[in-house]
């Protein structure tokens, strides 16, 4: 059964950094991707990044350049590391484990089919 505890939200000023970390259990090698979405109030789950087990990187267009998603070698944390945060980034931050096998958008929710419960960011101006 895959388990997936989020940490590290909070409140922060623009222009601030906050880690976010995953604690991650009970998925199989046959998972492709793992990722982190946000969803703001009022707001469909978005994709922000994600990471293939080869290590490839996906990011949404609007926190490329600024947020990095990474992984431990045990595959046990999954992180995302949040730089010159703005207020349009305060949402409920997830992560979550892919569908089993190679997914064609792997920042799509609906490939992904195990969450955590979540952590909130918020961002002040």
């Known amino acids: 059964q895959v388990q997936l505890v989020e940490s590290g939200g909070g409140s922060v000023q623009a222009g601030g950094s906050l880690r976010l970390s995953c604690a991650t259990s009970?998925?199989?090698?046959?998972?492709?991707?793992v990722g982190w979405f946000r969803q703001a109030p009022g707001k469909e789950r978005e994709g922000v990044a994600a990471?293939?087990?080869?290590?490839?990187?996906s990011y949404a267009d609007s926190v490329k350049g600024r947020f990095t998603i990474s992984q431990d070698n045990a595959k046990n944390f999954l992180y995302l590391q949040m730089n010159s945060l703005k207020p349009e980034d305060t949402a409920m931050y997830y992560c979550?484990?892919?569908?089993?096998?190679?997914?064609?958008?792997?920042?799509?929710?609906?490939?992904?089919?195990?969450w955590g419960q979540g952590t909130q960011v918020t961002v002040s101006s």
């Open positions: 990471i293939a087990n080869s290590g490839i990187t």
């Open positions: 979550a484990v892919g569908q089993p096998g190679w997914v064609p958008n792997p920042l799509s929710p609906y490939e992904y089919n195990s």
């Open positions: 009970g998925y199989t090698a046959s998972t492709y991707y």
